[in-house]
């Protein structure tokens, strides 16, 4: 068998690629979103709060055939898209917006958990002083609460490079152009090529674990600081 790393490389640079988008366009949602619904209590906040929450239990072909509704060519955004010249299916930017949807949860739920464990009484003081509500978020509540947030994001981005139900609904499992990681190993499967299978859970494997020390390291280093 011609050994080509070239069927490594591909899927991995295209699953960093959308793990990546995803996790950047999560962490702007979800931390806003987490900071606007921590402490607050009510009908209203609890309905968004689970809807927020909602991904982590839906299968991801649910999420799929979601999105499909509303950001396929017949969804409720369809056709507005295709105005604008964006088609999200079958690409790869299609599957950054899968994987977003997944990994929201994942940082919205370490962000507001961290968010409602920042003493009051700090925020209250910045007020006093006349911050604003954006000023203390950015000044006091944010960096309080940064380690709980990072969590969510090395979380996110894990969980970002392994999406496989959404992401093959949603953008296809078309090699060069939309298949990550997870779809390759999926393909190199069904058709019996173990080796090639293996080659890519262990690239998965050492990138994800990589990931998590990484992320380990880095908070030691800024607790040392």
């Keep these: 068998m011609d050994f080509d790393l070239g069927f490594i490389w591909s899927p991995l640079e295209l699953s960093l690629r959308v793990a990546g988008a995803a996790t950047a366009v999560s962490f702007v949602m979800a931390t806003l979103a987490a900071w606007r619904l921590a402490r607050k209590k009510g009908p209203m906040p609890a309905l968004l709060d689970a809807l927020c929450s909602l991904p982590l239990v839906l299968p991801p072909t649910v999420l799929g055939y979601y999105l499909i509704l509303l950001v396929g060519r017949r969804g409720v955004f369809g056709h ?16 950054v917006v899968a994987a977003t949807v997944v990994v929201f949860p994942l940082i919205y ?12 009484h700090l925020e209250d003081a910045a007020r006093t002083l006349g911050a604003s509500e954006w000023r203390v978020f950015i000044s006091v509540s944010l960096p309080l609460a940064w380690k709980g947030i990072f969590a969510g994001i090395m979380l996110a981005f894990a969980r970002g490079m392994g999406e496989f139900g959404a992401t093959l609904m949603i953008a296809g499992n078309i090699p060069g152009k939309t298949q990550t990681l ?17 080659w890519l859970v262990f690239v998965t494997s050492a990138v994800c674990v990589t990931l998590l020390m990484a992320a380990e390291l880095l908070v030691k280093l800024k607790r040392r600081r």
């Excluded at 739920?109 to 009051?120: F, N, W």
């Excluded at 997870?182 to 293996?198: T, V």
């Design 80 to 95: 507005g898209l295709a105005e604008l010249g964006i088609n999200l299916i079958f690409s790869w930017q299609g599957a």
């Design 109 to 120: 739920k370490s962000a507001r958990a961290a968010l409602e464990q920042v003493d009051k």
């Design 182 to 198: 997870a779809l390759a190993i999926y393909d190199a499967f069904q058709a019996g090529n173990d080796l090639q299978a293996s």
